[in-house]
């Protein structure tokens, strides 16, 4: 069964690659990325308020780990086996150390269309995985320079706010305290919004990932080889890391298998943003052009099924 | 009728990631005001299409008299041309209330 996520995505690639006038206007853009947050958000929180795990901040802090290890590990493998520059690794590590909501999202699409459950406190998980990633790269590209040039770069002191209360954390966040404060009941009024036409919005947003990712195609060529197999190869080990933190934090199948996809994902959003202010002589075309162009498209093809499989075989209920 | 003056008209065009601190060097120039609008454009940094976060860029218009100009480009050129998608100019143009224009 094809997935119409995966066919809207497919359609902005072709749309972008056959140079098609189509273009979605940045204003829809950005009220379909706060619906979808927001959506996210209220759909763990209604089923929150039900059954709140007691082990939550057990799992709150293996998540922020799980954050912290990735990018050290992409860290080490652009430095010593891609032997790139200490900015560019850094900047790089940021973004697949970081995470994808909208991966997330079709993650979610697809356990839910094969009727499979998760952990409602995920949104809570994406929220806190997105901000290590980022101060981890931001401090990788310091360790290497004087404290003296700093005059155009931003500390991390900004960079861990602008990521608290960026636009992401606060509607999931938000989105998750207000579902469970609301409840089921309170947000049946908004559930044909939120709940119903969440898969449609989604697709909406994914046509314009896919004329975006169609893009980066061209600048695929200037990453050069490595960082596209890197972009490759990534999301299968990073998600098999992701599915062992999984394990280690007692999620369900569903839990698993989103924990892998997380994991397995990269920032295309809060990390460029992060990276330009605290690291701007790093090359903003590279990480851009093999986490749009290689890393979300595998993820989305066949990363996630993929992943779902492995938290099968894990939770043993293959 | 009111008299005409000379004042400089500065425009900064750079990524959105720059705005907070093309703001912030406003303020320290001494530039008494600005107006901001969301371009489109490309350039040396490749196109940049306005579609999503990464891509999307900021004019920012300056009326101010030459002594803030000269500060203002200064410190942007010095901080931010390296490194960020950033162009700037500078022209003259004719105001009615130059008080208002510092």
């Not at chain 1, 094969?114 to 409602?120: D, K, L, N």
């Not at chain 1, 401090?139 to 404290?147: D, E, I, N, P, V």
């Given at each position: 069964m094809i997935d119409p996520v995966v066919l809207f995505f497919l359609l902005g690639v072709f749309a972008r690659v056959l140079r098609s006038d189509l273009r979605v206007p940045e204003p829809l853009y950005d009220a379909l990325s706060i619906y979808l947050l927001v959506a996210l958000g209220l759909k763990g929180g209604a089923e929150l308020s039900s059954a709140l795990?007691?082990?939550?901040?057990?799992?709150?802090?293996?998540?922020?780990?799980?954050?912290?290890?990735?990018?050290?590990?992409?860290?080490?493998?652009?430095?010593?086996?891609?032997?790139?520059?200490?900015?560019?690794?850094?900047?790089?590590?940021?973004?697949?150390?970081?995470?994808?909501?909208?991966?997330?999202?079709?993650?979610?699409?697809?356990?839910?269309?094969?009727?499979?459950?998760?952990?409602?406190?995920?949104?809570?998980f994406v929220a806190l995985l997105e901000v290590p990633g980022l101060l981890v790269g931001v401090?990788?590209?310091?360790?290497?320079?004087?404290?003296s040039d700093g005059a155009a770069r931003v500390g991390l002191g900004p960079i861990l706010r602008d990521a608290l209360v960026g636009k992401s954390v606060v509607l999931l966040i938000g989105?998750?305290?207000?579902?469970?404060?609301?409840?089921?009941?309170?947000?049946?009024?908004?559930?044909?919004?939120?709940g119903d036409l969440f898969k449609g919005a989604l697709c909406?947003?994914?046509?314009?990932?896919?004329?975006?990712?169609?893009?980066?195609?061209?600048?695929?060529?200037?990453?050069?080889?490595?960082?596209?197999?890197?972009?490759?190869?990534?999301?299968?080990?990073?998600?098999?890391?992701?599915a062992g933190f999984g394990w280690l934090m007692g999620l369900s199948h569903g839990g698993i298998a989103l924990m892998a996809t997380l994991a397995a994902s990269a920032s295309y959003i809060a990390a460029p943003a992060a990276m330009r202010m605290s690291v701007p002589e790093a090359n903003?075309?590279?990480?851009?052009?093999?986490?749009?162009?290689?890393?979300?498209?595998?993820?989305?093809?066949?990363?996630?099924?993929?992943?779902?499989?492995?938290?099968?075989?894990?939770?043993?209920?293959? | 009728m009111t008299g005409l003056h000379v004042r400089k008209l500065v425009t900064v065009v750079c990524e959105t990631s720059l705005e907070r601190r093309v703001l912030e060097t406003l303020r320290e120039a001494g530039a008494s005001g600005y107006t901001m609008s969301d371009v489109r454009g490309g350039g040396a940094r490749g196109e940049r299409g306005g579609d999503w976060e990464g891509g999307r860029s900021v004019e920012i218009k300056v009326l101010c008299d030459e002594?803030?100009?000269?500060?203002?480009?200064?410190?942007?050129?010095?901080?931010?041309?390296?490194?960020y998608a950033l162009a700037l100019w500078v022209a003259d143009v004719t105001v009615a209330r130059p008080s208002k224009f510092t």
């Open positions: 795990a007691p082990s939550l901040a057990g799992q709150a802090l293996l998540a922020v780990a799980m954050g912290c290890v990735l990018p050290l590990l992409a860290f080490a493998l652009l430095r010593h086996l891609g032997r790139l520059d200490r900015s560019n690794a850094a900047a790089i590590a940021a973004h697949y150390g970081s995470v994808s909501v909208v991966t997330f999202a079709a993650g979610l699409t697809y356990l839910s269309s094969r009727g499979i459950a998760s952990e409602p406190t995920m949104p809570l401090m990788l590209a310091r360790m290497g320079r004087g404290r989105g998750l305290l207000a579902g469970a404060l609301l409840g089921p009941d309170g947000l049946a009024p908004v559930k044909p919004f939120f909406l947003f994914m046509l314009e990932l896919g004329l975006i990712a169609g893009g980066q195609l061209g600048a695929l060529r200037q990453a050069g080889p490595f960082l596209a197999a890197f972009a490759l190869l990534v999301p299968p080990v990073f998600g098999a890391i992701g903003p075309a590279l990480s851009i052009s093999i986490v749009l162009g290689v890393t979300f498209p595998f993820n989305l093809l066949a990363g996630i099924p993929l992943y779902e499989r492995m938290a099968a075989r894990i939770a043993g209920s293959a | 002594g803030t100009a000269q500060r203002l480009v200064d410190a942007l050129i010095d901080r931010y041309s390296a490194d």
